[in-house]
T-cell receptor, first 115, second 112 residues
Framework: DTGVSQNPRHKITKRGQNVTFRCDPI?????LYWYRQTLGQGPEFLTY????????KSRLLSDRFSAERPKGSFSTLEIQRTEQGDSAMYLC?????????????FGQGTRLTVV | KQEVTQIPAALSVPEGENLVLNCSFT??????LQWFRQDPGKGLTSLLL?????REQTSGRLNASLDKSSGRSTLYIAASQPGDSATYLC???????????FGQGTELSVKP
């Protein structure tokens, strides 16, 4: 297993367009997380899945954002009608699940630029 | 609401120095604390995970400590090298559902 994989690595889009990112977690990991990171800041939590169930969504996740994890495997994050403020690094992480003592592993991120 | 703070925001040291990065959190009811390294434009690499019942963890030249009662963690880097230059992030796993809450990071520069 090569770790958490994210595609694409970079995305430039025009304001108002829709974009979709993909995350492939480490194969045996039940939990999958999405974070957003802007320049000079730490990552901020967006949402997470336990298998295929989306268990928590941050208030940062406006109705233009939707995430899915069909069959509990890969996940997609879609942003509709992109705005310049959506420009950020979108990071995916996975862990074995359960609370307390599991290490999170991150992908290389997708850098989104909205022009 | 849990808040995580890292001090200093940036640090520049000559090669070979030992250094300490600080992380504090406001709610001591955490499940674990994790230190990460991030190179420019890249994702996060996990360095050390300290479970809530532990006081410290070591990996090579890195040692991380945790004092839950005071809401503090430190990352000690021994004999720093230019290759250690990166941003170091600490994050606590909250007690509500497993998400990580991050500090803003310390940008470390080790000069040859």
């Amino acid at each position: 297993d090569t770790g958490v994989s994210q595609n694409p690595r970079h995305k430039i889009t025009k304001r108002g367009q829709n974009v979709t990112f993909r995350c492939d977690p480490i194969s045996e990991h039940n939990r999958l997380y999405w974070y957003r990171q802007t320049l000079g800041q730490g990552p901020e939590f967006l949402t997470y899945f336990q298998n295929e169930a989306q268990l928590e969504k941050s208030r940062l996740l406006s109705d233009r954002f939707s995430a899915e994890r069909p069959k509990g495997s890969f996940s997609t994050l879609e942003i509709q009608r992109t705005e310049q403020g959506d420009s950020a690094m979108y990071l995916c992480a996975s862990s074995l699940g359960g609370r307390g003592n599991t290490e999170a592993f991150f992908g290389q991120g997708t850098r989104l630029t909205v022009v | 609401k849990q808040e995580v703070t890292q001090i200093p925001a940036a640090l520049s040291v000559p090669e070979g120095e030992n250094l300490v990065l600080n992380c504090s959190f406001t709610d001591s009811a955490i499940y674990n604390l994790q230190w990460f390294r991030q190179d420019p434009g890249k994702g996060l690499t996990s360095l050390l995970l300290i479970q809530s019942s532990q006081r410290e963890q070591t990996s090579g030249r890195l040692n991380a400590s945790l004092d839950k009662s005071s809401g503090r963690s430190t990352l000690y880097i021994a004999a720093s090298q230019p290759g250690d230059s990166a941003t170091y992030l600490c994050a606590v796993e909250d007690n509500q559902g497993g998400k990580l809450i991050f500090g803003q990071g310390t940008e470390l520069s080790v000069k040859p």
